[in-house]
């Protein structure tokens, strides 16, 4: 069973070792720029326009969904909500089977509001077509395939606009713990 604190621990192992890999492939830990209108838990303060290293950072896990799922009459899978009220992160690139996924994460608190709306836009889509909600977390790279997080607590890869059309894990510690970092050299 997916707990809080089992999927933001699990989520935060997986970073780490994301970011582990990243350091033994590029001889660097990653960095992004400090963009001082985008700051983030997960910089330090810096100049504006400065490469620093990243860490992601734990959320307090005190944001909810409740206006989201109330507006669209919805409820949605509670490890997909414990997933975006985890961490504050870079997005993560991972491998699964075959597939090269980013998964999504929210850099700071504006940015999670943004996936907040961006969902909303989601779920009124899957109600136009008659599709039962996910919520995406990540996207297949070079593709328009979504990873999301269904009704039944699934990973599943979709369309926008179209049902599921594979089922990557039965659960998303089961599909964390499947993948691998990728980095490439």
């Given at each position: 069973m997916e707990t809080e604190n089992s999927i933001q621990s699990h989520l935060l192992q997986f970073i780490e070792r994301c970011r582990v890999e990243y350091q033994q492939v590029h001889q660097a830990w990653p960095t992004v720029e400090i963009d001082s209108d985008w700051v983030s838990p997960c910089t330090p303060q810096g100049s504006d326009g400065e490469a620093v290293i990243w860490t992601p950072v734990k959320r307090p896990l005190n944001d909810s969904f409740d206006k989201v799922e109330s507006a669209m009459s919805v409820t949605l899978h509670d490890a997909a909500k414990q997933y975006w009220t985890s961490v504050f992160s870079e997005n993560i690139a991972l491998q699964y089977d075959d597939l090269e996924i980013e998964l999504l994460l929210p850099w700071n608190q504006d940015d999670f509001e943004r996936f907040q709306e961006n969902l909303v836009g989601h779920l009124l889509t899957q109600r136009r077509f008659k599709l039962e909600p996910t919520v995406f977390i990540g996207l297949v790279i070079d593709s328009e395939v979504m990873v999301a997080i269904?009704?039944?607590?699934?990973?599943?890869?979709?369309?926008?606009?179209?049902?599921?059309?594979?089922?990557?894990?039965?659960?998303?510690?089961?599909?964390i713990e499947q993948s691998s970092p990728y980095s490439q050299a």
């Open positions: 269904d009704d039944d607590g699934q990973v599943v890869l979709e369309i926008p606009g179209r049902k599921a059309h594979r089922t990557l894990a039965t659960d998303f510690l089961s599909f």
